[in-house]
């Protein structure tokens, strides 16, 4: 019976020991623009910091995932690696810079940037989730004439025909050639 409670002790002090051995990271002060659009740099400032009592050395991955409002995470890229120790209750800032892509933000419109901290070594990850909102972009063509020789029917967004560029009412949206346009002024 006595080494059966000696043992109990033991199993216990060492799962304590590992329970504690997990470093609280997290991932906060995340600034970014809250409006992009495909095509633009979306420029990421951040801090990594230690929560715990004790330092953290270990190599640590940041990582960024996308997902649509309501959808899973759909895009996993790697933002920065650090392997330098954090000071117990200390932060490091890091930037980093994406390009805006539809391969990296499937869907224009409202979306989720999330970001955490991975490692080999045992962390209890605080993740961070910001919302950016994905503009479709939309083309200038600051000589409407070189649209005008084309044969190809323009057309605005309610199914007008018009007959030449100079007839469509200024600020309307219209297609050419499958293309999305908006008139400007002229």
């Known amino acids: 019976m006595n080494k059966l409670f000696v043992t109990y002790i033991l199993s216990f002090l060492v799962f ?4 504690n051995s997990q470093t ?11 409006t992009i659009s495909y095509g633009s740099q979306l420029y990421l400032d951040y801090w990594i910091v230690n929560k715990d009592t004790v330092p953290f050395s270990s190599e640590i991955d940041i990582r960024m995932g996308v997902a649509s409002v ?6 996993t890229v790697s933002l920065a690696s650090l392997n330098a120790s954090i000071a117990a209750g200390d932060s490091i800032p ?12 499937q869907q224009s419109g409202d979306n989720l940037v999330v970001i955490w901290p991975s490692s ?11 919302s950016i909102y994905i503009k479709e ?12 020789g084309e044969s190809s029917k323009i057309t605005d967004l309610l199914g007008r025909e018009y007959p ?17 346009f908006i008139k400007i002024f002229r």
């Open 16 to 19: 304590i020991n590992s329970a």
């Open 24 to 34: 609280n990271i997290s991932v906060e002060g995340v600034i970014h623009a809250d």
């Open 70 to 75: 309501g959808e899973p995470i759909q895009i």
């Open 94 to 105: 890091f930037n980093s810079i994406l390009s805006v892509t539809p391969q990296l933000f």
């Open 120 to 130: 080999a070594a045992p962390i209890l990850a605080d993740t961070s989730y910001t």
């Open 137 to 148: 972009t939309t083309a200038f063509i600051p000589d409407y004439d070189s649209l005008q």
């Open 164 to 180: 030449s560029i100079h007839s469509i009412p200024n600020g309307a949206i219209f297609l050419k050639n499958g293309k999305r």
